[in-house]
């Protein structure tokens, strides 16, 4: 027991976390709160150069006054997310996302109406990917705005990947698809031959 408490403990480092997400993986908590790491070998993505922009959204976010914001409040944006009854981010999950944003390697988008956070969702940058993390709502659209946000920032800044982990019946009007993990490796190498930032 002492020696898995010590591992885990040495991977929520932001610098041992950053090369298991290079590697693929991504950590969870259990009902228990226990964290592991995640390697499925069914990937799902949202292409960046394919995705599906639903023509609902467009109209509305045309006439909606939401205000979007990068890395304003991410640490905000990450406690959010874990605010809910069943969570797989857990306090001690949180922290380790604070690392990586020390180190520059964890991203928000925010939606902020009348001044207050509504929505928004957090990821992992390295080099041209971006791991997608979570999102939270509080006002009907709001994830699905801070998607579209996101899909526009990592397009213009020439990302090569969007990971979202697992398909859902919210990200596949997205156009999200699954993959294999060897073409999702393949996506990696392409996305770690580019030097760009958020």
């Given at each position: 027991?002492?020696?898995?408490?010590?591992?885990?403990?040495?991977?929520?480092?932001?610098?041992?976390?950053l090369h298991m997400y290079a590697r693929g993986a991504f950590p969870m908590a259990d009902l228990n709160g226990e964290i592991d790491w995640y390697m499925p070998r069914?990937?799902?993505?949202?292409?960046?150069?394919?995705?599906?922009?639903?023509?609902?959204?467009?109209?509305?976010m045309e006439k909606s006054d939401f205000v979007y914001e990068f890395d304003l409040n991410t640490i905000e944006v990450v406690e959010h997310c874990a605010s809910r009854q069943q969570?797989?981010?857990?306090?001690?999950?949180v922290q380790a996302y604070k690392g990586l944003y020390s180190m520059g390697n964890l991203h928000s988008v925010e939606i902020y109406k009348d001044n207050l956070l509504v929505g928004g969702l957090y990821g992992v940058t390295y080099k041209g990917a971006f791991f997608g993390e979570s999102m939270f709502?509080?006002?009907?659209?709001?994830?699905?705005?801070?998607?579209?946000?996101?899909?526009?920032?990592?397009?213009?800044?020439g990302f090569?990947?969007?990971?979202?982990?697992?398909?859902?019946?919210?990200?596949?009007?997205?156009?999200?698809?699954?993959?294999?993990?060897?073409?999702?490796?393949?996506l990696l190498l392409n996305a770690y031959r580019k030097e760009v930032s958020f």
């Open positions: 027991m002492q020696r898995k408490d010590f591992d885990k403990k040495i991977l929520l480092e932001p610098e041992n976390m069914t990937r799902s993505i949202i292409p960046l150069d394919g995705y599906n922009f639903p023509r609902t959204l467009r109209k509305f969570t797989w981010i857990t306090p001690e999950l709502s509080y006002v009907s659209q709001a994830s699905k705005a801070a998607l579209i946000k996101l899909i526009k920032r990592l397009r213009k800044k090569v990947l969007l990971d979202i982990q697992f398909t859902t019946d919210h990200l596949k009007m997205f156009g999200s698809k699954e993959i294999s993990f060897t073409e999702f490796e393949r």
